[in-house]
């Protein structure tokens, strides 16, 4: 079956624009989508009986088409083919389009079919435009005339096809009439589409359809509905107005008290009707729902749009951006109302508060669900009142608080427990008593050591007083006795009390001629406060002011009474000098050792206290353990605080090598990687990962701890700027004498000038130090029996550094306190040297105004300070600028004399004022 396109089809029916035979096509219900489309020959047929010409009539158009334009002189030869003719291969099935086609053609006619037949419209009379096939059809006759005119023939031939497309561009005409003069659209006006254009099925008339439909039939619904609420009503009202009327003729029956009462429907009376009338409801008018118009707007696509695509896009990034800066709306809480509040108790698990060792107190109040500010006042009510709800609090502390709020503390941390042994006490065997001597300074107490260890270490000591704790192991007739010497002056108060933590049993050094001092006192409080017996012995005994009685007298006044006054303390009199009461003395140590009943396991990981550290130079770090259970031997993991090591080597205090250390032995070990404290506890570990994991567990600790306290206040920090303060660095040979020294230096800041000790360390003066001293305002370091080595000296005395050692502690103590006052400012006092009376003025140009004056009283120097005075009335006080007698510039002008003086900074000098010169006398300041 042959085809034919329909560009074809309009050149043989002779229609130059393809397009309308195009809508033509569509307007006899043909799909199309262009000019390429095809036509098959019935529907050709279809297209050229509407142009009047039958089906078999091609040939016979064609040829006399082709005479027609012979007959014109430029035409083709009537033989020829116009164009190849393109065959093409008909498909299996129909393609896609054509049954998408075939698809929208059913969807029109079942919808052509389901709409009401439109309403005649009244006959008009059609505005006939003249269009352009209209002129090209009169052109085409005037030019067939002129043919006809010239060649009978050709106009013969020509007629018939002229004729008919005459007669088909009249039809058209006659079947589509046109308005002559189009009229514009309005906005929001709907606009009649040209017959057979077709639509999409997603496009915006197909969408307007489909909401006008919905709209239809939600109004179809609703009137239902009104319809079926009116219904009701009615049937409701009547239903009412029977009842009504069943109220009144029963109102009606009641005899004369119709209106007072309100009967039911048997006429019982059930309540007493209003006295007052008040408004019914009869029923209720159902309201139109008038649905909104829907307007559909035609502007031009692109109108209003000037920008490119970067500027818009630019546009719409800064709308984002301001939608971004744009506060969002919270939504309001609802405060009205009853808040339910829930009275079930918190279970115990629930108030329970997990802490790592310390704390913040904001997540300690969130872990409690209150406030931190309660918190907080309750930490002020203790007595913390710098802290904030940033500050840290440890377990001890959040115990305290949390048992105010209801809560408990559970301690999560890191349990040390696990890596160390654990000795209970009185397991194991008998061990030598540790014997503590204590007392004040210069009493005997390291004389008494001398004699019992039978040496002369107090004729060796700085200064005749001990500055170290030293451990001792001695062997008496009564067994081996451990003996610590602890230092007697007030500035070794921390080691005192270190020796009273470890010991067994406290011997209190008295001096018969001197009795009870304050180091005394501070002894037996250690004592007490460790619950460690006491045995007195009263030194020096041979000397002839000593009184015996006198000192027993002042002890019992500390609580402490002797055994002959019926009291416990037992009391020795002993010259340690000599010797005498010393084998008694070591006898009641022996009873009171056996008393205690002193046991310690001898076998497992070794633990006690270190006693005191130092950095030797040849050996690196000392440190002085008292072994208190376990065993101590060469290659044991130590760990003392933050401090670890593999012991290298064990030496006794008098320098013997030995292998091992059990409980109740001090020895010195070599190894560690550091100097741990003295008066810290020591343990051996199975293995260095668990040292290393021990330390940084510990230094953890301490960095978290240091945040507890949060410093001085804003107001003391303001204060602590505007007072000097001399800071220190300080080197000592032992841990505890650099311990010791810090808290006596530290004490002796006074509201003027303040002391802080920047660094305190074990070993020599070293470089670091100096660099570490150059940062600081107003430095000093201090060595306390150390030296400087290295090129610590030269850095020091480049830099001006000042560096000074010191062999007794309160040398440097007396030294610091000059420090002090040097950097105090100096105080000054007026004395005051004359007056002299100004007389007459002369102004001279390089000088200014030079007072003419005769000294009335005392003298006037050159370098005075001067007051200017005016009827008793002080005006300036300034410096004398010059001083001259006549031209000559003097030193000084006595009293009588006559003299001119220049006032600095001071012009408006008048006659008969006096001027009274002093001088400012420094006076040493005092701390």
């Not at 007490?528 to 020096?540: L, Q, T, Y």
Request: glycine share 8%; hydrophobic share 35%.
């Amino acid at each position: 079956m042959a085809k034919i396109r329909i560009y074809e089809l309009a050149r043989e029916l002779g229609i130059e624009n393809n397009k309308d035979l195009v809508a033509e096509v569509r307007g006899l219900g043909i799909e199309c989508k262009s000019v390429m489309s095809t036509l098959t020959d019935e529907q050709a047929d279809r297209v050229r009986r509407h142009h009047g010409q039958s089906g078999g009539g091609s040939n016979s158009a064609g040829s006399a088409n082709s005479a027609s334009s012979g007959g014109g002189g430029g035409g083709e030869a009537p033989g020829k083919r116009r164009g190849p003719k393109v065959i093409r291969r008909k498909a299996a099935g129909p393609r896609p389009a054509v049954k998408e086609r075939e698809k929208e053609r059913e969807r029109e006619e079942a919808q052509r079919a389901a709409e009401p037949a439109p309403a005649p419209t009244p006959a008009s009379t059609p505005v006939i435009r003249r269009t352009r096939r209209a002129d090209e059809a009169e052109a085409a006759q005037g030019e067939s005339s002129q043919g006809e005119r010239r060649d009978p023939a050709a106009r013969d031939a020509g007629t018939q096809p002229m004729t008919q497309r005459e007669d088909a561009d009249t039809a058209a005409s006659e079947e589509e009439p046109v308005e002559e003069k189009r009229a514009v659209p309005q906005v929001g006006q709907r606009i009649a589409l040209p017959p057979g254009t077709r639509r999409f099925r997603d496009g915006l008339a197909a969408k307007i359809e489909a909401r006008e439909e919905a709209e239809e039939q939600r109004r179809r619904v609703e009137e239902e509905a009104a319809r079926h609420r009116a219904r009701e009503e009615a049937e409701a009202k009547k239903r009412a107005d029977a009842e009504a009327k069943k109220r009144e003729a029963a109102a009606t029956r009641d005899d004369g008290r119709s209106g007072a009462v309100v009967r039911n429907e048997d006429g019982v009376i059930v309540a007493a009707a209003p006295k007052r009338s008040e408004p019914k409801i009869l029923g209720f008018i159902p309201l139109q729902n008038t649905s909104r118009r829907r307007e559909v707007i035609i502007t031009e696509a692109n109108k209003g749009r000037t920008a490119g695509r970067a500027t818009a896009r630019k546009m719409r990034e800064e709308r984002a951006q301001a939608r971004g800066r744009r506060s969002r709306a919270r939504p309001r809480r609802d405060r009205g109302g009853v808040k339910q509040v829930s009275t079930v108790e918190m279970s115990e698990a629930k108030k329970r508060i997990r802490v790592d060792e310390v704390i913040q107190l904001s997540d300690m109040a969130h872990q409690m669900g209150a406030k931190a500010s309660r918190l907080v006042r309750t930490l002020w009510g203790m007595g913390m009142r710098n802290v904030t709800i940033n500050s840290a609090i440890d377990v001890e502390m959040a115990e305290l608080v949390a048992a105010e709020f209801g809560y408990t503390i559970e301690n999560v941390s890191f349990q040390e427990d696990d890596l160390l042994a654990d000795y209970g006490e009185g397991e194991g065997e008998l061990r030598a008593p540790v014997v503590t001597i204590m007392g004040h300074v210069d009493h005997g107490k390291t004389t008494l050591l001398d004699y019992v260890r039978d040496a002369s270490v107090a004729s060796g000591e700085a200064g005749g007083i001990t500055q170290h704790i030293g451990a001792y192991r001695v062997e008496t007739d009564q067994g081996p006795v451990v003996f610590i010497d602890t230092p007697g002056h007030e500035a070794f108060t921390a080691m005192r009390e270190r020796g009273a933590a470890v010991t067994d049993i406290i011997v209190l050094i008295v001096a018969a001629d001197d009795g009870v001092m304050p180091t005394t006192q501070e002894a037996i409080k250690h004592a007490n406060e460790a619950g460690v017996p006491i045995i007195v012995a009263i030194n020096k005994i041979d000397k002839p002011e000593a009184n015996v009685g006198r000192v027993e007298q002042m002890l019992m006044k500390e609580g402490l009474v002797g055994e002959n006054y019926g009291g416990e303390t037992a009391i020795c009199h002993i010259s340690a000098k000599k010797g005498d009461g010393v084998e008694a003395l070591l006898e009641l140590l022996a009873v009171q050792a056996e008393v205690l009943e002193l046991r310690a396991p001898y076998d497992g990981a070794a633990a006690g206290t270190v006693i005191e550290s130092r950095v030797d130079k040849g050996r690196g770090t000392v440190a002085t353990v008292l072994v208190q259970a376990g065993k101590l031997k060469k290659g044991d993991i130590v760990v003392a605080n933050e401090c670890s090591g593999k012991v290298r080597s064990l030496f006794t205090p008098t320098g013997k090598k030995v292998k091992s250390a059990t409980p109740s032995t001090p020895v010195e070990i070599l190894g560690l990687d550091g100097a741990p404290p003295a008066g810290e506890r020591f343990h051996v570990v199975e293995s260095e990962r668990d040292a290393r994991q021990l330390v940084a567990h510990r230094r953890e600790v301490r960095r978290r701890k240091e945040s507890v306290l949060s410093g001085p206040s804003l107001l003391e920090r303001i204060k602590s700027k505007k007072v000097p303060a001399l800071k220190i660095v300080l080197k000592a040979d032992v841990q505890g004498s650099a311990e010791a020294l810090k808290e006596t230096l530290e004490t002796l800041s006074v509201d003027k000038v303040r002391v802080e000790v920047i660094h305190a360390g074990v070993g020599a003066i070293n470089e670091t130090d100096v660099k570490l001293a150059i940062a600081a305002d107003n430095p000093l370091i201090i060595g306390f029996n150390v030296k400087t080595v290295g090129k610590a000296a030269p850095l020091a005395e480049h830099e001006k550094i000042p560096i000074e050692t010191f062999s007794v502690i309160y040398e440097a103590t007396d030294r610091i306190r000059e420090r002090m006052i040097d950097l105090l400012e100096p105080e000054y006092r007026e004395v005051e040297l004359g007056e002299a009376e100004v007389r007459a003025l002369f102004p001279i140009p390089r000088l200014g105004v030079v007072a003419g004056c005769r000294v009335i009283k005392g003298k006037v120097t050159r370098n005075s300070h001067v007051r200017v005075r005016r009827e008793k009335k002080i005006i300036h006080v300034g410096k004398i600028g010059s001083l001259r007698v006549f031209k000559d510039d003097v030193r000084e002008v006595k009293e009588g004399q006559e003299c001119g003086i220049v006032v600095d900074d001071f012009g408006d000098v008048q006659p008969e004022d006096v001027l009274e010169a002093f001088e400012l006398e420094t006076i040493r300041p005092e701390l």
